[in-house]
């Protein structure tokens, strides 16, 4: 999961290059096209991905950027997903269109340097899901293949956002690698009268021959969900059934849940 979002458009890859290194340097999680997408991935996909998951957007701001067909296109999804919009300003006297002019904006590196602290939250919240991650890697059975694969099902929150129980859809997709599991967790529940669908970013491992530790990360504007699960494989490998304790961010307080979920591939 990445905290920052760069959009830019390529005439200005260097200064994308400057505020890339900026974001190494004080080790805020980032993407850029040309360093996570890879040959042969759906751009478009991956964008709408790396949009949900990160908590803010820095908009590298220039005529080129204005004039380009994915920079308004992703500035626009972000809003969409009520994500943070930072404008980095190329030239200080652009003539900036509404949709940007009403937001307060930096133009210099610098200026990047001093709001860094700002994601400070994000970090610490990226940091303790590693540790987390080795910890299950010490104890982690060796057979992480037997959770491999799609499942799907449905979850039961004790409190949603509206502060009442709340069912969700809950789609499951892991990855074995050795004795770890990656992945990715998809959720969809009725938010403010809409339907709401956030992805999480999951990893975890198979411990004591047959439950399953996994803990998720995934961004809702300004603060990330987080939390854990435990889930019981059944004996035929094909069901999971667990419970979750963790921050939500739609809600603004801890939640804790169950969930059963079915193999489907």
Known sequence: MSTVFISYSHVDSQIASDISELLDAEGVSHFRDVKDIGWGQDIEGEVRIALHNCAAIIVVVSPASLDSAWVPYEIGHARALKKQILPFLTHPSLKLPNYLSRLSHINTLDGVCQHLRKFEFKRNAAQTSEVLQKTIKA??????????????????QQRGPDGHPIDYDLTLELHATNDLVTGTMTLSMPYRGT????????????VGGRF??????????????????????????????????????LTDRVVSGFAQLTKVR
């Open 139 to 156: 104890i982690a059975d060796t057979n992480a293949e037997r959770i491999a694969g799609k499942w799907i099902g449905q979850g039961h």
């Open 212 to 249: 399953v530790w996994i803990n998720y990360v995934g961004n809702h504007g300004p603060r990330p969900h987080f939390g854990s699960m435990v889930w019981d494989l059944s004996q035929d490998d094909q069901r999971l059934i667990g419970d979750y304790t963790g921050y939500g961010a």
């Open 195 to 206: 339907q709401y669908t956030g992805l999480l970013n999951v990893a975890g491992g198979f």
